[in-house]
T-cell receptor
């Protein structure tokens, strides 16, 4: 069964550094998402992406964050200047369409630790 | 705004027994989808079951079933014949028909005891 993959599984960085989290969505999917889960808290939506542009974003997704689909397979989340509170598990997801009948498939996550 | 509430942070169940996880939500939408996702210790979230709000019939997937009460805005998950592999964090999630942003609850950590 096709899967969403994410790299790296764990990223450690110093506060103020830039990080790029990478995702490879399922190949025929057109909608892509990033979520984050701070330890012990609920999963929070960050952004959705379709047709090479952001279709929806939450208030968490401020100017420090950006997303990109640099080629036909990767979908990246960049945090320009990391803060301690960015430490979280970041999940990528993809779906064929944006309708609820099409499931969002989640990747295994990248654990980001900001020191 | 949509909110999803899971009032049971932790639950446990004996292997082979049945357990019900609670979820309530608040929305002004009339059409939407509800989901239960399972997040095992490996951390990859897996879809357990999905319910369309316009369907009155409760969704069932093998040992997993839901009790969807639209008027009460309640969406509980019943796991029958619990197995050790069911040990995980379970998230209830809401998806508006017209949006693509999931709203998640805080999760219920379920432990199946041998």
């Amino acid at each position: 069964e096709p899967e969403v993959t994410q790299t790296p599984s764990h990223q450690v960085t110093q506060m103020g550094q830039e990080v790029i989290l990478r995702c490879v969505p399922i190949s025929n999917h057109l909608y892509f998402y990033w979520y984050r889960q701070i330890l012990g808290q609920k999963v929070e939506f960050l952004v959705s992406f379709y047709n090479n542009e952001i279709s929806e974003k939450s208030e968490i997704f401020d100017d420090q964050f950006s997303v990109e689909r640099p080629d036909g397979s990767n979908f990246t989340l960049k945090i320009r200047s990391t803060k301690l509170e960015d430490s979280a598990m970041y999940f990528c997801a993809s779906s064929e369409s944006h309708y609820g009948t099409d499931t969002q498939y989640f990747g295994p996550g990248t654990r980001l630790t900001v020191l | 705004a949509q909110t999803v509430t899971q009032s049971q942070p932790e639950m446990s169940v004996q292997e082979a027994e049945t357990v019900t996880l609670s979820c309530t939500y608040d929305t002004s939408e009339n059409n939407y989808y509800l989901f239960w996702y399972k997040q095992p210790p490996s951390r990859q979230m897996i879809l357990v079951i999905r319910q369309e709000a316009y369907k009155q019939q409760n969704a069932t997937e093998n040992r997993f079933s839901v009790n969807f009460q639209k008027a009460a805005k309640s969406f509980s998950l019943k796991i029958s014949d619990s197995q050790l592999g069911d040990t995980a964090m379970y998230f209830c999630a809401f998806l508006p028909l017209t949006g693509n942003q999931f709203y998640f609850g805080t999760g219920t950590s379920l432990t199946v005891i041998p």
